[in-house]
């Protein structure tokens, strides 16, 4: 037996540290990570993905440290469910800001052998981090965890990338936003698949609540996107509030992330997310393969002499990436 | 006399309609936009790219503003500059947020010819929002503005790409952030040339001030990578204070921007960023012409087999990557 072969079986037993150490070779993006996941993936498919989004300020990882608990604590009768935590910096991409947010959630969570947090914080391009993320998703949704939360700093489109992540998506805001979020919000509801207020007992909070109400009725956009998988049932965002700190609300919001899913699996679009994402990921990876030979075919010298050529205004970087690329060089052998 | 060729003359003769005409072109992606963007490239290179980032609810807009209008009208026996202002919006994917900014902003420049306007709101992937921003940054140059102020919505990876997009970067804050906004600051400061406290008539700007100082001395980046250009002269970015609804603080912001802009051609850095940009620039489109061409030649019912054998969780991803790439496809005659 091999030793990848031995991280492989670790990892589908669940064991902790094994598992730690395929999310590092897969950040790393080492040949060992990906030969892993290669193996893993007929093992994936089974976590509820959970992506959770919102402005800086809102709580968010106060928010989802209750969401975890509750879930591994339900009071209704429903089963525990085993957690991962993934908190995406993709705001942060020289400094590590991530791991102060460990050290606060540890203080709650840590002991319970039901939950597994990671902070990944960009080292490099967007492109980097979220294909990262997507392996490293793929990875705890292989070793058996039931849901997978993955929570994003920063308000852009790293949000749309972890819709496209997602089987449901948590919109965070907190009350009493300034003019300027208006815009972002705009966008963001539109990704929304549960919106919630937290920080509920500050002031302003009915305003934001009738805010968001009357730009989700203006928008619909979220309920064209649930008739493509049913035209008899519709999904429409609940708007809830929370008080993080206090525990309040909790109930309520873990009961619609239930209702989502089940929502999800009988209206199809839970497969129809799913092959989006696939699809998004499938197509990602040709880009970077393609590019990759043409990196490893192409004389270096060539390529300066062409920049060389663009910094004096001779060739447009457009003209260049032509000559560049035409004829297609020939398929390496590696 | 083609109409294409028309396009481009009249851009270089520096007539409003015909630019507004061509950045819609390039804005599309439309061939013919790509077509005198190849030709009017030659012209480019003279304008200072200047990106704007920061906080939602720093006052951006207002304080870009008062720059073009001090840029417009200097006090101080400098010339008049030429200014384009493209305002990017990449937080509000399916909405077009983007247009009020354009109201409010008319009220103050518009009449002037020395002014010239532009909002984007990104439509798809961010990779494109980003790729159109570059064309039509390059036609404004090439139209011969002596200064292209990019201004950002949002608070991530977009802040970083258009630092690579620019000479000169300013960082907007306001006074008084939360705590989760120290996590973004650690990694928005380290591409600000020149930092702004705008409403710095508000509560706290003192300790955003000390705040901000010493996130600074922690860092250092900007040092580092001024040195690269020369080990003679450092710029240590300033922090200043504005009130841009007052117009204060707006003749020492354009006085450092001025500064900065005589540093970069001192020191070599000037043309260190053009070619680290083009060359960015290069390997994107390299990317999308491969990428472009592999879809042109894959067989589409291909395509779908593969992806149902990856939502089957038959394959992986990754291994239906490297079957669909190999052997790369033959050149098109395209």
Known sequence: MTGKQDLVESVLAGKRLPL????TLVE?????????????????????????????????????????LALRNPTDGKPARSVAIVAVDPTSPFTGGAVLGDRVRMRDLAGDPGIFIRSMASRGALGGLSRATTGVVQALDAAGFDIVLVETVGAGQSEVDIARLAHTTLVIEAPGMGDDIQAIKAGILEIADI????????????????????????????????????????????????????????????????????????????????????????EQLVQLELTARWQDSVSPELLQATLSMIEARQISPYQAAIQLTHPLPEPHSG
């Open 195 to 282: 919106l919630v207020i937290n920080k509920a007992d500050h002031p302003g909070v009915d305003s934001t609540v009738r805010a968001l109400r009357a730009m989700l009725e203006l928008g619909h956009p979220t309920h064209h996107r649930a008739a493509a998988g049913s035209t008899a049932v519709l999904w429409i965002p609940p708007v809830l509030q929370t008080i993080a700190t206090k525990s309040e609300g909790i109930g309520e919001l873990v009961d619609a992330i239930y209702r989502h899913a089940a929502y999800l699996h009988e209206t199809g679009a839970w497969q129809l997310r799913d092959r989006i994402r696939l699809q998004s990921e499938l």
């Open 28 to 68: 790393n993006d080492a040949p060992e990570g990906r030969a892993a996941l290669d193996q893993l993936f007929t093992h994936t498919g089974r976590a509820h993905l959970i992506g959770v989004t919102g402005s800086p300020g809102s709580g968010k990882s106060s928010l989802v440290n209750q969401i975890a």
């Open 20 to 23: 730690a150490r395929l999310l």
